[in-house]
């Protein structure tokens, strides 16, 4: 008897093991179905946040080329085009696969000059798809904004205006010049050979404002050609605005001349849309030595005939790689060519958001940049800068409107930008913004001020908002 119940125990200890193995088998396979269900939803997690990362991409790409098209071409449905462009380019094309692309401008609610895009695709589950879960829509909405273009001083000074001295002149390079000199708009290739992106061969634009009451008018270019009589610039004397430079950023010779074209139109009474501008005259000068550090009246017309207009002067360098400085002015006609200019004749030409600058002297001086109008109240104001590289130390903003506020900027190294962004206050009532800059003769760079908010001036670049 004591046998038996020995055995009968021994069996039934077996038998409580065998079950407790079965369950712990159960157990363990249950928990494996968890895990790999909680493994699975994190790589569709996974997937789905690198997709999203995707979508998010290109709806920003395709915000900034519309908000681009509308600040350069003025144009709707080229900027709808183009948003589509981009965003199929990024792989979200509109149809095909349940892709929504849409764009929205205006902005309800927002300013004039927001571009808003929004990308949504139903996208694939693996895993999830155990618990019926096969796709999950992943969208992205992007807005853009156009900046607005701030006028800009073309002689960095209010006392400077009709001479061609100064603490600023203006300049461009031609389209076969070095990318690192100072033009990032007029060059053709970046220093590696790569295609310059920003380069348009549209040149730049400067406003001429003419009172109506002033007839006959002459517009007087300061050495227009690119004629370097004493080679390379003057360190002793600065006066020398024209520099020969080869493609590779060498020293250059009269062959290496650029050739500058400029272009005077009448605005048809729209200043900020450079399309329906009507041509009024055209001249180019390339290596010419007759107007040489001399005033060249380069255009006369009759203000009566452009009643309720005024005038864009265009300057594109057609040809070349070498360097060639300038100055503009506007008045009527003087009696002889010695009679002395009055800078307080009631004309002004700005530059339009865009300065091509050339630094006169060594060290400080403060440079008058331009008006930025109440407009930009609470909005941002963009001071962009490139190639502030010749002796540049520091550079330092303020604003008459805005007493005892300063705000410290930063040098954009050799052949690149960078931009000083400072917040304007919900009471800003608009003023003259000035730039102390400390730097070195003969600094070649580009200078451009715009703001966020939806002023009266020309739109210019483009950022992202949200």
Same mark, same amino acid.
């Given at each position: 008897? =004591?046998?038996?119940? /020995?055995?009968?125990? %021994? =069996?039934?200890?077996? /038998?409580?093991?065998? %079950?407790?193995?079965?369950?712990?088998m159960i157990y363990v396979a249950l928990g494996l179905v968890v895990f790999l269900s909680i493994a699975g939803y994190a790589v569709d997690m996974n997937l789905l946040y690198m997709r999203k990362a995707r979508v998010q991409r290109a709806a920003d790409?395709?915000?900034?080329?519309?908000?681009?098209?509308?600040?350069?071409?003025?144009?709707?449905?080229?900027?709808?085009?183009?948003?589509?462009?981009?965003a199929t380019s990024n792989g979200y094309q509109n149809g095909p696969a349940g892709t929504t692309v849409t764009t929205t401008y205006p902005v309800a609610g927002g300013p004039p000059n927001y571009y808003r895009v929004s990308i949504s695709r139903p996208e694939r589950t693996f895993f999830a798809g155990i618990m019926g879960i096969n796709s999950v829509q992943v969208a992205a909405t992007s807005t853009a904004v156009y900046l607005t273009l701030a006028p800009m001083n073309i002689v960095g000074g209010t006392t400077n205006y009709g001479s061609q001295t100064g603490p600023t002149t203006l300049s461009v390079f031609g389209p076969a010049g070095f990318y690192p000199h100072g033009d990032p708009y007029g060059v053709k290739e970046l220093a590696n050979g790569d295609p310059n992106p920003l380069y348009t061969g549209r040149g730049y634009d400067f406003d001429i404002n003419v009172p109506e009451t002033m007839t006959a008018t002459d517009v007087e270019i300061f050495d227009p050609e690119c004629y370097n009589a004493g080679g390379v610039a003057s360190p002793a004397t600065g006066t020398r605005f024209d520099e020969y430079w080869r493609s590779d950023g060498s020293t250059g010779s009269a062959s290496h001349h650029t050739t500058t074209q400029y272009t005077l139109y009448a605005d048809n009474g729209t200043p900020n849309n450079p399309n329906d501008d009507t041509q009024i005259s055209r001249k180019t000068f390339g290596n010419a030595s007759g107007t040489d550090l001399t005033w060249d009246k380069t255009f006369s017309l009759d203000r009566s005939a452009y009643v309720g207009q005024n005038f864009r002067l265009n300057v594109t360098a057609t040809s070349g790689s070498s360097e060639n400085g300038f100055n503009l002015r506007a008045g009527p006609p003087r009696a002889t060519p010695s009679t002395p200019f009055d800078p307080n004749n009631g004309t002004s030409i700005t530059a339009q958001g865009r300065l091509p600058m050339n630094f006169n002297k060594n060290g400080s001086s403060a440079i008058t940049l331009g008006y930025v109008p109440a407009e930009a109240a609470g909005s941002q104001l963009l001071i962009r800068k490139f190639d502030t590289d010749v002796g540049s130390q520091s550079v330092t903003y303020t604003c008459d409107s805005l007493p005892g506020k300063s705000f410290p900027g930063i040098l954009a190294g050799n052949g690149v930008f960078t931009t000083d962004t400072i917040s304007l206050p919900e009471d800003y009532t608009g003023g003259n913004w000035l730039a102390t800059y400390q730097a070195g003769i003969q600094d070649t760079s580009q200078w451009e001020m715009s703001y966020t908010g939806s002023g009266p001036g020309r739109p210019g670049g483009v950022k992202l908002v949200e």
């Open positions: 008897m =004591k046998d038996m119940m /020995t055995k009968h125990l %021994r =069996k039934s200890k077996r /038998t409580q093991r065998s %079950r407790r193995g079965g369950l712990v790409a395709a915000a900034l080329a519309g908000a681009w098209m509308l600040a350069n071409l003025y144009s709707k449905d080229q900027a709808f085009a183009k948003s589509q462009e981009y």
